[in-house]
Protein backbone atom coordinates (compact mmCIF):
# COMPACT_ATOMS: atom_id res chain seq x y z
CA UNK A 1 0.00 0.00 0.00
CA UNK A 2 1.20 3.83 -1.05
CA UNK A 3 2.01 6.21 1.55
CA UNK A 4 -1.08 8.41 -0.92
CA UNK A 5 -3.41 5.07 -0.43
CA UNK A 6 -2.72 5.01 3.09
CA UNK A 7 -3.85 8.69 3.51
CA UNK A 8 -7.02 8.37 1.91
CA UNK A 9 -8.09 4.45 2.63
CA UNK A 10 -11.25 5.64 3.14
CA UNK A 11 -13.17 9.05 2.98
CA UNK A 12 -12.20 10.21 6.61
CA UNK A 13 -8.75 9.10 6.49
CA UNK A 14 -7.38 12.07 5.34
CA UNK A 15 -9.16 14.30 8.45
CA UNK A 16 -7.75 11.33 10.70
CA UNK A 17 -4.47 11.74 9.84
CA UNK A 18 -4.83 15.53 9.68
CA UNK A 19 -5.59 15.00 13.20
CA UNK A 20 -2.41 12.87 14.01
CA UNK A 21 -0.09 14.30 12.26
CA UNK A 22 -0.79 18.08 13.64
CA UNK A 23 -0.26 16.72 17.34
CA UNK A 24 2.84 14.94 15.78
CA UNK A 25 4.27 18.45 14.12
CA UNK A 26 3.56 19.53 18.62
CA UNK A 27 5.57 16.83 19.40
CA UNK A 28 8.51 17.39 16.66
CA UNK A 29 8.55 20.79 18.14
CA UNK A 30 10.20 19.21 21.12
CA UNK A 31 13.62 18.28 19.18
CA UNK A 32 14.91 22.12 18.20
CA UNK A 33 13.50 22.99 21.88
CA UNK A 34 15.58 20.19 23.24
CA UNK A 35 18.69 21.23 21.64
CA UNK A 36 18.22 24.41 22.65
CA UNK A 37 18.50 23.40 26.28
CA UNK A 38 21.61 21.39 25.57
CA UNK A 39 23.04 24.07 24.06
CA UNK A 40 22.00 26.08 26.89
CA UNK A 41 24.00 23.69 29.36
CA UNK A 42 20.74 22.46 30.51
CA UNK A 43 21.15 21.36 34.47
CA UNK A 44 18.58 19.40 36.77
CA UNK A 45 18.81 22.41 38.84
CA UNK A 46 17.14 24.19 35.59
CA UNK A 47 14.18 21.78 35.90
CA UNK A 48 12.67 24.20 38.90
CA UNK A 49 12.49 26.99 36.67
CA UNK A 50 12.86 26.26 32.96
CA UNK A 51 11.60 29.03 31.74
CA UNK A 52 14.21 30.89 33.69
CA UNK A 53 16.87 30.16 31.14
CA UNK A 54 15.20 30.95 27.91
CA UNK A 55 17.60 34.41 28.60
CA UNK A 56 20.73 31.51 27.78
CA UNK A 57 19.52 29.98 24.82
CA UNK A 58 21.19 30.65 21.61
CA UNK A 59 19.38 33.11 19.04
CA UNK A 60 18.21 29.79 17.41
CA UNK A 61 16.96 28.32 21.04
CA UNK A 62 14.88 31.36 21.39
CA UNK A 63 13.18 30.80 18.02
CA UNK A 64 12.69 26.96 18.39
CA UNK A 65 10.69 27.81 21.82
CA UNK A 66 9.06 30.42 19.89
CA UNK A 67 8.04 27.78 16.95
CA UNK A 68 7.11 25.26 19.88
CA UNK A 69 4.31 27.80 21.32
CA UNK A 70 2.94 28.26 17.81
CA UNK A 71 2.60 24.71 17.63
CA UNK A 72 0.33 24.95 20.34
CA UNK A 73 -1.67 27.46 19.31
CA UNK A 74 -1.62 25.79 15.56
CA UNK A 75 -2.99 22.48 16.90
CA UNK A 76 -5.78 24.30 18.84
CA UNK A 77 -6.72 25.85 15.95
CA UNK A 78 -6.82 22.94 13.87
CA UNK A 79 -7.82 20.28 15.55
CA UNK A 80 -11.02 21.32 15.75
CA UNK A 81 -11.64 21.60 12.26
CA UNK A 82 -9.91 18.06 11.15
CA UNK A 83 -12.65 16.87 13.83
CA UNK A 84 -15.50 18.91 12.02
CA UNK A 85 -14.39 17.70 8.66
CA UNK A 86 -14.31 14.24 10.26
CA UNK A 87 -17.74 14.28 11.60
CA UNK A 88 -18.77 15.94 8.31
CA UNK A 89 -17.15 12.89 6.47
CA UNK A 90 -19.23 10.48 8.37
CA UNK A 91 -22.57 12.50 8.48
CA UNK A 92 -22.72 13.85 4.66
CA UNK A 93 -20.12 11.59 2.84
CA UNK A 94 -17.19 12.43 0.98
CA UNK A 95 -16.05 16.84 1.03
CA UNK A 96 -14.84 18.19 -2.32
CA UNK A 97 -11.41 17.74 -3.51
CA UNK A 98 -10.01 21.02 -1.61
CA UNK A 99 -10.79 19.58 1.70
CA UNK A 100 -8.40 16.67 1.49
CA UNK A 101 -5.81 19.04 -0.15
CA UNK A 102 -6.35 21.31 2.44
CA UNK A 103 -6.57 17.96 5.70
CA UNK A 104 -2.88 16.92 4.50
CA UNK A 105 -1.41 19.62 3.40
CA UNK A 106 -1.49 21.38 7.40
CA UNK A 107 0.90 19.30 8.87
CA UNK A 108 3.15 19.34 6.12
CA UNK A 109 3.32 23.16 6.86
CA UNK A 110 3.73 22.75 9.96
CA UNK A 111 6.48 20.59 9.92
CA UNK A 112 7.75 23.18 7.36
CA UNK A 113 7.34 25.90 9.60
CA UNK A 114 9.06 24.82 12.75
CA UNK A 115 12.60 24.39 10.19
CA UNK A 116 11.73 27.87 8.73
CA UNK A 117 11.32 29.32 11.89
CA UNK A 118 13.91 27.65 14.00
CA UNK A 119 16.03 28.04 10.95
CA UNK A 120 15.56 31.98 10.80
CA UNK A 121 13.62 32.00 7.15
CA UNK A 122 11.00 34.59 8.12
CA UNK A 123 9.28 34.42 4.59
CA UNK A 124 8.63 30.96 4.00
CA UNK A 125 7.13 30.93 8.29
CA UNK A 126 5.19 33.51 7.52
CA UNK A 127 3.96 31.71 4.27
CA UNK A 128 3.96 28.66 5.99
CA UNK A 129 2.09 29.91 8.79
CA UNK A 130 -0.37 32.12 6.40
CA UNK A 131 -0.98 28.59 4.17
CA UNK A 132 -1.91 26.21 7.47
CA UNK A 133 -4.02 28.88 8.71
CA UNK A 134 -5.81 28.84 5.50
CA UNK A 135 -5.87 24.98 5.19
CA UNK A 136 -7.95 25.19 8.36
CA UNK A 137 -10.00 27.81 7.46
CA UNK A 138 -11.33 25.62 4.53
CA UNK A 139 -11.38 22.84 6.56
CA UNK A 140 -14.08 24.35 8.87
CA UNK A 141 -15.96 25.96 6.08
CA UNK A 142 -15.79 22.80 3.77
CA UNK A 143 -17.32 20.93 7.19
CA UNK A 144 -19.64 23.26 8.45
CA UNK A 145 -21.29 23.11 4.81
CA UNK A 146 -21.38 19.67 4.37
CA UNK A 147 -23.26 19.22 8.10
CA UNK A 148 -25.77 22.26 7.18
CA UNK A 149 -26.55 21.56 3.97
CA UNK A 150 -26.78 17.36 4.22
Not at 7 to 15: G, L, M, N, R, V
Amino acid sequence: MSLLQLFTATDAAPYAWSLVLAGGSVVASIIPLGAARSAANFEMKDMAAPRAMFDRFPTWGKRASWAHQNCFEAFTLHAPAALLALIAVIQSGPLPGTAVVAALAHPALRFAYIAAYVGNVPPARGLCWVTGLLCSGILYSEGLKALLNG
